[in-house]
């Protein structure tokens, strides 16, 4: 497959922004492509997905993450279940079973940067600047600390049906919309 290349800065969370009404998640046309913020997976009861990192081509570190609105996971037959609504990170290949009543869930990319300073409120509630002078490891998504503030901005992916499951071609933070940052594939398991 080609993928169009994009080399003006692009900041889809400008073309995201709310529409009232709308249905969570949101999606927009992006160059003849349907794009989106987060997917909606849908899912059987107690069923098995095999996570499959294809490809990443990014500066930073790529993973994804998943969510529930009501149920848990267990990833890699681990006995710990992965409560909602709390987002999953994960950075490699793994399975993962979703148990919710609901009938899906939520993935999106993540990425992760270095931060040397961020904001934060004291006691107060008044604005301080913390600086870490040898860099500070950062997890970035979509509605996570970063996109609140203004970074990330070129976050967004889209998706295209293979057998048993997704493939899902994402764009980091960075705002040049080439969508191969990270693709990865999740596939039902038989």
Request: net charge negative.
């Amino acid at each position: 497959m080609t993928i169009e290349r994009c080399p003006e800065p692009v900041n889809f969370k400008e073309l995201f922004k709310d529409t009232p009404g709308e249905e969570y998640p949101q999606k927009r046309l992006y160059k003849e492509k349907t794009i989106f913020l987060a997917d909606k997976f849908l899912v059987k009861p107690s069923e098995k997905l095999r996570f499959t990192i294809e490809q990443t081509n990014s500066r930073y570190p790529q993973g994804f993450c998943i969510s529930l609105e009501s149920g848990y996971f267990k990833i890699d037959d681990d006995p710990e279940k992965y409560t909602s609504p709390y987002n999953i990170m994960l950075w490699e290949d793994c399975e993962v079973q979703v148990f919710t009543k609901k009938g899906y869930f939520f993935i999106k990319n993540i990425w992760e940067t270095i931060v040397f300073e961020e904001e934060r409120f004291d006691m107060t509630g008044k604005p301080k600047t913390v600086k870490f002078p040898e860099g500070k490891p950062e997890t970035c998504f979509v509605d996570g600390n970063q996109w609140s503030m203004g970074r990330g901005n070129g976050a967004a992916m889209y998706s295209e049906d293979i057998p048993d499951g997704k493939r899902y071609f994402c764009n980091d933070g960075d705002e040049d919309g080439d969508f191969d940052d990270i693709i990865f594939t999740v596939r039902r398991i038989p």
